[in-house]
């Protein structure tokens, strides 16, 4: 929690403020005895009915002033917590913008969602309790023990000694069951994800008859869980009753040693009532902060998990390097130097040494089979991951010196996947280029095969795209993600398989259509069919994470194995077809 | 199906459901005596602690004259009290404990083992979400709501009867004075809650507009990021992200006033008693002794009113948790083997081979009825043979599978596989004479070992590495960050699909089934590596017969039968030649393929 103080630094004041109006409703709690004393000491003793008459008009009164101080803490606090959770959300979601991909492989996109949504607001909860209630609870544990020290030092050194007990009891129990619970809430984890599991993969695992072995799987992590809850309960469940009975020990200590001074015309019979009544404020307080212990502690578990996020450095940092607009006469605009990849320490190498040249306005294929390493070639050029070995150079200047968002904004990428977002086609487009105008936005849907089926779309460009796109076809989702990367024109243009969902046909159209583009443009084709490679200027055969050959389609069919094994397990059956 | 029950009457149902928790409870009955017992001890004791005191008090009449012994006596009737009430509070922590814990881990243990006999259309046709916050978050909320606001409504009635009942016996015109004023705590607490619901509908609907855009974005991060898009994106965030705050304020804020307000009206009484207790005692009716009993009542008293306010909307939403938990349970499973199901053997002792003979006999499915898909379908497999079939989307092809392997029964006709109907063979060795792989690639969470162990969860790591040399994931997954022992969470992170698809098969490789059905599951895989792959298939597995759906024509047509399939029929069938030749269907969907070149 310590490490997302920062982000309630700009609420300081709520922070004290809260607090403070809380203390003061305690305050006013903790003068209800001293009144209720004063109404047996003077108005009963001396049957003085108006004394007690205004005795009680201010029983009213300091409970009405408790209300309006409640209400003003509850207030700030409620704005504390929720400008504590709006500030954490808006900076862990900025955070995330700038992890590197690496980071967001290992943390994963569906962690990444719950720290942003229920991890934040159990924190928010956490705020909003601890602000109003977790500092009321020992201050008025304290403040009886001051009014106590008020009215009888002998007596109220029965409260010095009670209250470091239960302060051992509550804090010791609490140190105990902490660590207990977050592994409960992990528990828990592990049974949803089993659950989850089997449902998605529920045709495998029948496939290969593991029902029993799952059943079996999620009842010993059911059993582990519900031992653990009964081991927690177990100890929690001590709490309550144990200071339960050190408060009402003290009470009888109390009376006794009480009777004992009364007796002796030391206090009053309304001092020891009042003395009694700030013993039970203590017990009520505590067990309202035992109650207390289980929110504060799952809260506390969140804000860490949340931390941790937010402590994760991106190892892509920005450099301060300028990127030239264009490269200088016979620069490469994209350069690979001896470039190995290797995603963690211990691994092997993705790629390994990888060098080549590309010249302005060349289109370099990038052929190779499943796990051969072409997109992880590709995605050096954006900085989506930095090399491990050797340079990437963009017009000459090496990219780890330059801006990341610069480099980016270069740089046209199609994803594998294609993704599209909640908009319209428009706003879609918009990603590429912010300010496109309609014009624009039709010349890059036509260089994308798209336009055709745009225009039938009956709002056109303006046709509601819904989340993930999935009001649309692969191969339509497909040709909008690639009109997305050209509206910008790019000086750099990288398609990673995406014409994977595209039929031959529109494939080669694409491609025609980007070798017409109207501005220069470095492509990189990466792909497993040979026919979407066959043209380009020169093609790069991976095999293993090595560049296994280099040359147009010419040059290394027959010469290259593997080019011509990849060719000829496409080709063959079209040979066979027109024979 | 125990749902002979068919009165539509809510009433009714929520009974029946009622009826059937507690017969889920019952087995708890001793630990639930044990607990009401416990209350019942402790809500009597802490009752008794007042007037006690006030007793004490009584014998503190003034400076010397006061009662040591009978002062005595009083302390340690109190002292015995307090030590009884601390050791029951604690029996009953336990008791719930216990029971809680008890009857969530057997719901979900019944719940998961539901799961894995449910037939597959149950789970294709639910969302996955909400079977899972069936067996997770309803089992939870039922737990805790039912047995937790089942005691906390037992003490709270105790404590209410107990405090009316000391409070009657001390004095009953003061006890009028703290039931009179009581109501007004409902009052007050219904104000709020009223106000309150409707700002806590307006944050939960912000919070849904907001989870999606987070979904949204942050599940696809990475593009994101390549457009530099994280700006815009913050900015959309953002607004509603202030939007929220101030709902969420509201709601905070409001709700947060439910306390104080219950504390006032505590004040009040509170002062009401002190008033009229005071005149009271200045009257001689009433000792100062019984005064501060009175007084600590008043404190307490409202407290139990409050809590059973809220117990009777947790009781209503844990019964309506408990009937989807049910509803769940109650789903009918899929028919169980017959207790002479035939075991094939080649699945058993995975040493001897059969023929791997397949025959489809008159075969008619549909999902819904009103649709019917397969009609009258015939196919005889000769064992060894490659089957591919072909055909538009939603042709049934994908259907055939389902059939093939017991994920849904045939409506009519027979599928016989080695000569016997799959209708009266074990599902589990059914299953484990196909070799399995999906289109949609599915990993489990842990590590690639595990995952390509899956069928052989004994392999040795030469076999699991011999497996996944075959096919061909040997040189990506030594590439990965922690090799063999890379853990895979989620829907398979950073591998590609492709890469996916590859340790699926390499699943099938250690296993090597007799029989392979193979559903698009090359698709993602570069032509080259499948060629290679399916020469590993048909050398390590002898030429067993297989079933192949696909688009690639690489993939095709090499077969030694194509199936053209149509609307839930053959249209044509023949090797790939003869299916030219013909200048039919098939033809058609090859020229359309590949005129582009």
Known sequence: MRRLFPFLTEYRKECVLAPLFKMLEAIFELFVPLVMAAIIDTGIAKRDLPYIG?????LFFLAAVGLASAITAQYYAARAATGFATKLRHSLFEHIGKLSFYGIDTVGSSTLITRMTSDINQAQAGVNMTLRLFLRSPFIVFGAMIMAFQINVKEALIFAVTIPVLSVIVFGIMAVTMPMYRRVQSGLDGILNTTSENLEGVRVIRAFGREEDEARRFAGQNETLADLQRAVGRISGLMNPLTLLVVNA????LLYSGACQVDAAVITRGELVALVNYMSQILVELVKLA??????????ACADRIADVLELRTEITDGDGVLPAEPAEGVPAVEFDHVSLRYAESGEEAISDITFRAMPGETIGIIGGTGSGKSSVVNLIPRFYDATEGAVRINGADVKDCRVEEIRDKTGVVPQKAVLFKGTIAENLRWGKSDATEKEMMEALKAAQAWEFVQEKPRKLNEPV????????????????????????????????????????TDAKLRAAIGKLSWKTTVFIVSQRAASVMNADRIIVMDNGRIAGTGTHEELLGSNEIYTEIYSSQFETTESAGA | MRKRNKVSDQKNRQTETVRRIIKRVAKYRFSIFFSLLSAAVTVAASLYIPVLTGRAVDEVTGPGKVDFAGLFRILTVMGITIGVMSLFQWVMNICNNRITFGVVKDIRKEAFEKLSILPLNYIDSHSHGDTVSRVIADVDQFADGLLMGFTQFFTSAMTIIGTLVFMLTINVWITLVVVLITPLSFFVAGFIVKRTYRMFRKQSEERGKQTALINEIVGNQKVV???????????????????????SMDALFFSSLTNPSTRFVNAIVYAGVGVAGAMAAIGGLLSVGQLVSFLSYATQYTKPFNEISGVVSELQNAIACAARILELIDEEPQKPDDADAVRLSLAESGGEYRTGEVLFEHVSFSYVPEKPLIEDFNLDAKPGMRIAIVGPTGCGKT???????????????????????TQRVTRKSLRASFGMVLQETWLKNGTIRENIAMGKPDASDQEIIEAAKAAHADGFIRRLRDGYDTVITGD???????????????????CLPPMLILDEATSSIDTRTEQRIQDAFTRMMKGRTSFIVAHRLSTIRNADRILVMKSGHIVEQGTHEELLRLKGFYAGLYNAQWSGT
Not at chain 2, 225 to 247: M, T, V, W
Not at chain 2, 412 to 421: A, K, N, P
């Open chain 1, 54 to 58: 205004r005795m009680c008009a201010l």
């Open chain 1, 250 to 253: 003290a009470t009888i200590v």
């Open chain 1, 291 to 300: 109650n207390l212990i289980v929110t504060i502690s799952k809260a506390l």
């Open chain 1, 466 to 505: 819904s989340e993930g796109g999935k009001n649309l076809s692969g191969g339509q989702r497909q040709r909008l993600t690639i009109a997305r990367a050209l509206i910008g024109q790019p000086g750099i243009l990288i398609l990673d398989d995406s014409a994977s969902a595209l039929d031959f046909a």
């Open chain 2, 225 to 247: 990021q390549a457009f530099s898009h994280q700006d815009e994106a913050l900015e959309e965030f953002d607004r509603i992200n202030q939007k929220l705050e101030k709902y």
């Open chain 2, 399 to 421: 259907t055939l599978i389902n059939l093939l392997m017991r994920f849904y029964d045939v409506n009519t006709g027979t599928i016989r596989v080695e000569g016997y109907d």
């Open chain 2, 492 to 510: 398979g992170g950073s591998l590609s699909q492709g890469q996916k698809q590859l340790l699926c098969i390499s699943r099938i490789m250690l």
